[in-house]
């Protein structure tokens, strides 16, 4: 069974970091992207940041960018660096994979999801 593992989600305030890791069970994905999309109550999945297979290619979510950092350190493992949290980042986020392009931010083209993991930015 493939599965993604969020790690890492807690409670930070406001200015804080936190750093979020996933980990591929069941299979590698060297050819493919991975993502990390967040939701809030109430709102629609948000694209946060993708790597490309490669990890020479990343894209960040304008909300995100300057303030978070993706990278991966081979075929199963990604992560999420977050920094100057805010409390508008409060949400669960959800890694992924999938074969697109990293600077694709459309969650339709990531086959395979995480749980996730809440994230709670007090002010």
């Known amino acids: 069974q493939v599965q993604l593992v969020e790690r890492g989600g807690g409670l930070v305030q406001a200015g804080g970091s936190l750093r979020l890791s996933c980990t591929a069970i069941g299979r590698t994905f060297n050819s493919y992207s991975l993502g990390w999309f967040r939701q809030a109550p109430g709102k629609e999945r948000e694209f946060v940041a993708a790597?490309?297979?490669?990890?020479?290619?990343l894209y960040y979510g304008d909300s995100v960018k300057g303030r978070f950092t993706i990278s991966r350190d081979n075929a199963k493992n990604t992560a999420l660096q977050m920094n100057s949290l805010k409390p508008e980042d409060t949400a669960v986020y959800f890694c992924?994979?999938?074969?697109?392009?990293?600077?694709?931010?459309?969650?339709?083209?990531?086959?395979?999801w995480g749980q996730g993991t809440q994230v709670t930015v007090s002010s």
């Open positions: 790597i490309s297979s490669s990890g020479g290619s």
């Open positions: 992924a994979a999938g074969i697109t392009s990293p600077y694709n931010a459309n969650e339709n083209a990531y086959s395979y």
